[in-house]
């Protein structure tokens, strides 16, 4: 949107225009994801090392849709359960593409999804110290938040519901103690399962959010996609534009004192 | 939005590709709402004809700031609590302008400013016979919803809270009830306080979403404004697009079966 | 309760001291209404004129089971679509049994169970003419609230969500303007669900609460009426107990000033 | 009441009726204080080591007001920021008054009262290694909760709002999921604000709740006590009951076939 061109968020050194990051699991084929892609205007994507194929030539690539030469790749560590796993699987994402710029997840179990913090932390630590920039998906704690930062942390990234739930931002008192404790940049991400929950997450003051399963899983995924551009949209301009005071009683817009 | 060009929606016969109705009272002078009008991308505005001057050419008029020839000008009866008063009210107005296309308010009391739904479903019945068009503002009653069409309304436009409240969108249950059971468009029509929550409104499939406060007293209402463009094209969308399911456990964007 | 004894609360010049009223619908058999009753402490039961034998002594009759000497019955007129059947089957009642304290309802329609708001009023308007005293259901609207008053309601009995939805108090505002504009006794009828909801109906400054699925389809129908009980009590005991102000920051329970 | 005397719980070894543990902190004086711990039924009460004097037999003493033969004392590390602060304060508990069964909290900053997790992991593998039973106070992370149950905690204690902000049970989902896995009791620890909410906590299958500020800073702190027992009763067996489904669409509580 050319009216918000000159709002830019940065991280690592790396200034983007949109605040959406999309994922590239769930999706019928490479082509629905690349048109899904376009369509939310995001300018990173994030992918699962050990999922996707980002190196074997004799197969379809991912980046024969969409163009890394255009849009950001941000390796993850989905399917990571220690600090190891991860620290190992973003070396080969290294080694294969360069990428130093990635998201960190290490996962405490299968049921929840939820991320063990107590090993996220050390891996972020080995992998700040090996000049990584982690963006690191996390719980909803403050505390943590901050170690995270202290450990080498590029970004903030905790959830907002269970990755895959589609429940809405069910913490956003917490999201919010994270944004104003935080000098790095705080994403949403897991739980938004519609537009409407994307605007929330940024009127919360976040800088980003990021999601796969709300948009791949609808029934029109491109057309979710665009849904999703202009809802993380509408809810930063909310946030810069300072929104009005609630109150507990009606207010008439209209004065009553009238021409007739 | 080019790419949502073909989504538009009809009342009394007018097409409209903007689904968001901009009041025109609380801004600092005409020329903010003017701005902030034409940054919502609204094809509609309402006027309180008892406040607006609306024919008095020796005053400044706000027909000088938002040309009627462009945007649809939807006078309405804000300040009237009787029947008797809004007909009144609207037969001064379409003498003055022309205008068959108003919208219908008769409050109850100051202090709510709910309807009086006895009284407005005595106005919708009246105006309809007299030939006008009444998009009328109502409590979110499906029964009275029915009753209201049935009485001759082009638009119902249930309240998602109270007038100038900002709380949101109260009513999530009601409002999806209202829809279902309408064969004229719906619009929430109060309550809306930033912008995720017109979102909400549009999710729950209605047709539009009226709002003044929201937009009039943010702290930059012109970029309010634009939010509240993307927010209400957001939701659209998304009701279009269909959202995911929700989930009660965690669900893994990417199968574990890995590459490496 | 001995210790909540001395609140109590009048309708239509008569006090009670439970503020729960249970309901005669969907039960297992009369033994297990009858149970579920005395478990939920409910001075009052509510019966459906139409559906329940109160007359037929050849048949089993609830009021073998729930002494009307102890419990007031309370007839209602479920079923009833318009203010003539509903006046109908209250005189049929009132000639059974001598009721007068009854309970409107007139639905606008099987779909959602809502009520028919103009058929409620003037069915409202001849019962009180007639003698009756009609506690009465209706939707959450403060204005429609003053006019049953106006017609002669001795209590407003406003949905919390629509009957049998177990939704819970969808309308926390809307309820709260009720209750701080009515001059009768206002109590929660439909929406309920499981106690907490209860509690919140009380906390609001109701005056009691209706309920009958939330209990009779509980897998332990005796048990959530206990429960129910209790919710009830501590509702009503928070609301005048005066609950603490909400803090946007933490508040250590504890000064930190020590004595080690 | 003896309508809930069967249901009881165990935490290390100790059997209790009551499910709500009540605070020491904020009240006017001793003798509110224990006023309101027999109004609210409660069986144990936490006391802030650093702060209350169980020792000093010059001064007057909680011990006086609260007879700790009739009510267990849980000694508390409230003010502590880290592990070895925490250890330290409850060795001299120990020493002091023999106290094993201890709750334990390690804060992360004054500004939200969060907890470290990972000093508190740290303190809790100490604190079972020496013997202690400790109840910890916690993030709502369900894989912290089972390396909590790992490193010996006796119990898990999360938090449903930031401590002292009365905001209520802002994080269901997540309550629910460390309920589910848990072996060891579930206390929501912080959040309450007013009754319903203690009784959500139960609802969402919790041993039991704790709080202070919803008490003490009530306007009437005794008549909140007894709000929260029945609160805490009510919710309990409302989750014993087991609750009636939700409904989308209203359902007749009184099938419509009538005897008139």
Known sequence: MTDSATDSWTV????????LIVGTGKYKDFAQNA???????????TVAVRRVNISDPTQPVLMDYIDPKKITYLPNTAG??????????LRLAREA???????????????????DMRETLKA????????FKPMVYCVDDPIAAKQLEDAGAVAIMPLG????????????VTIRLIVEGAKVPVLV???????SEAAVAMELGC?????????????????????MRHAVIAGREAYLAGRMKTRKYADPSSPLAGLI
Request: charged residues 25%.
């Open 12 to 19: 690592a050194g790396r200034t983007f225009t949109s605040r």
């Open 35 to 45: 048109a899904a892609v376009e369509a939310s205007g995001a300018e990173i994507v």
């Open 80 to 89: 990571c359960f220690t600090a190891d796993d991860a620290i190992r699987t």
């Open 97 to 115: 593409g360069g990428w130093d710029l990635v998201k960190l997840e290490v996962l405490g179990e299968a049921r929840t999804l939820y991320p």
């Open 124 to 131: 972020c630590e080995v992998l700040a110290k090996e000049g």
């Open 161 to 172: 519901a269970p990755i895959g739930s589609g429940l809405g931002i069910q913490n956003k």
């Open 189 to 195: 991400d897991a739980g938004v399962g519609t537009a």
């Open 207 to 227: 800088d980003g959010v990021l999601m796969n399963t709300a948009i791949a899983e609808a029934q029109d995924p491109v057309r979710m996609a665009r849904a």
